[in-house]
């Protein structure tokens, strides 16, 4: 029996905040330097950044990018990265034992957020550092030209203030691997008083409280309702990351990762609205999913890449992509999506050659990994409201998940253009399904564009010698009629359909 899907245009999860389709640029192996940052490279600009990989990450549709870090910035000095490039410090970056020679700070990535029309959302050091530093970087960063700080931005070539309003307190400071790391009760009194500070200084600041580094922590759950106790008042987001992998061969648990992305929403809003009613506040958190993607972590790990030698951009964290991370990663945005109303803010991590939807070669070519077109998709066709639709598929058996969907979906409507997508996913490995989609309640009339990702060999993946091997392809046999839209996915496949 075909899977169907029935759409009602008043049941609306959230209106589409484009910082869903945020990314995230880490000073880590070859993201910055040798992937955004590469000045002898034939299409490098005056700052020395790649204009092959600016196109690509225009294409790619990213909004919002969170920098510098990640564990880096657990013990960044930011002072280190502005000023004449001749006289910035080459620093030991403790977080990846590698050298950081600081020729990109603030200034050139602020620059290269404009060049991409992204924007920017920064991280302060509470590792090693604390309200001091952040509150020095906010008035270089945001202040106006006459104070010491803000005199020196502009002594460094940039008079206006920056637009910054998005700033993540710290990072992971759950994980015992964080330079500084703290107790639940230390960081979010450092956390709270931080946030005061910085919102003393302007009080329009968005501000991002570390939540865990994800659901395995043995203190999820706990860590958040003590961050948030102490904290709450002051910030505006809870983090939360998560990273999925294959493992054991297990493809069926692995495709329904988005089950347990639902349960680590649905823990940390529970958690987060306990602590609303137990303060009494009139204020409910958002969640800012400020790390998410696929990343074989356990291989990194057993791997000698992250070593004693101090290298400078060495190649760590290179994760080539297959169909199958592709579908998974096109899952878990349909999950954020359909829980919108709380996630109003997501970075994939990261962006450039870092478990990364774009690779770079020095010298040489830039190229789409699988997953890059789940993302660039969805953040072109996305528009108008997101809207929860009712799904009725099969199920299959998983050792992690238990019984789970076949299908899985999501969908958007812009009232005024007409425009409506559905985003779909199925997770059979043997089976192409049908699939009925009743669009007649947002009045699709014709099908614009109708894509998929997939391939016979779900392992199919684009790498340096074979840049095209995978891409999109149309999604044979979509029609519409009378509202109704038929489709066919193919086995482990990631599809969408926009109409007018
Ligand atoms: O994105 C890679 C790393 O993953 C980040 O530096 C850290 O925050 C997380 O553990």
């Known amino acids: 029996t075909p899977t169907h899907i029935t759409v009602d245009r008043t049941n609306v999860v959230a209106p589409l905040n484009r910082r869903i389709f945020g990314s995230f640029v880490e000073h880590l192996g070859r993201c910055v330097y040798d992937g955004i940052y590469e000045p002898g490279h034939p299409t490098a600009n005056a700052d020395g950044f790649r204009l092959d ?10 909004t919002t990018i969170r920098y510098p870090g990640g564990n880096f910035v657990s013990s ?51 590792g090693t550092r604390g309200i001091e530093a952040a509150l020095d970087l906010l008035e270089y960063a945001t202040g106006e030209p006459g104070t010491a700080l803000a005199d020196q931005r502009v002594a460094n070539g940039r008079t206006e203030p920056y637009d910054i309003s998005m700033w993540c307190l710290g990072n992971e400071m759950d994980g015992p691997w964080q330079i500084g790391h703290m107790s639940a009760e230390d960081y979010g009194k450092i956390a709270a008083r931080t946030a005061s500070a910085m ?73 987060a609205d306990h602590v609303k009613h137990k303060l009494r506040s009139q204020k409910t958190m958002q969640l800012s999913f400020d790390e998410w993607n696929i990343w074989y972590l356990d291989e990194h790990q057993a791997s000698e890449e992250v070593n004693d030698e101090w290298r400078i951009a060495p190649r760590q964290l290179e994760d080539v992509y297959s169909v199958a991370d592709a579908v998974v990663l096109g899952n878990l945005l349909i999950t954020l999506l359909q829980n919108h109303d709380r996630v109003t803010s997501a970075s994939l991590a990261q962006l450039v050659n870092v478990i990364a939807p774009i690779m770079t070669e020095p010298g040489g070519d830039s190229w789409r990994q699988t ?47 007409g425009a409506s997508a559905v985003f779909l996913v199925n997770r059979s490995q043997t089976e192409s399904i049908e699939v009925v989609v009743d669009l007649s309640d947002v009045g699709a009339g014709r099908i614009v564009e109708a894509v998929s990702l997939h391939d016979a060999d779900p392992y199919a993946k684009n790498t340096l010698a074979d840049q095209n091997r995978v891409g999109l392809t149309p999604l044979a046999g979509a029609e519409l009629a009378d509202g109704i839209l038929t489709v066919t996915l193919p086995p482990v496949s990631w599809s969408a359909v926009s109409c007018a």
Request: net charge negative.
């Open 53 to 62: 990989v600016v196109e690509l990450v225009k294409e790619l549709g990213s």
């Open 76 to 126: 960044y000095r930011w002072e280190d990265g502005v000023g004449p490039r001749e006289s910035r410090p080459v620093r030991r970056d403790l977080a990846w034992h590698s050298l950081e020679t600081n020729q990109v700070g603030l200034d050139e990535f602020a620059r290269w957020c404009e060049l991409t029309g992204s924007e920017l959302m920064m991280a302060v050091n509470l």
């Open 199 to 271: 919102k003393t200084a302007d009080k329009n600041l968005e501000l991002v409280v570390c939540g865990s580094s994800g659901s395995s922590m043995p203190t999820f759950g706990e860590w958040e309702r003590v961050v948030l106790e102490a904290s709450y008042d002051h910030v505006d987001y809870i983090s939360c990351h998560a990273y999925y992998q294959e493992r054991g061969g297990d493809l069926a648990s692995y495709l329904a990762s988005s089950v347990e992305m639902t349960y680590f929403i649905d823990t940390v809003v529970a958690t």
């Open 371 to 417: 997953t890059f077109f789940p993302f660039s998709v969805t953040s072109r066709l996305a528009r108008g409201v997101v809207l929860r639709p009712r799904i009725d598929t099969g199920r299959y058996d998983t050792a992690l998940h238990g019984s789970v969907a076949l299908v899985d979906a999501v969908v958007t409507a812009d009232a005024e253009t």
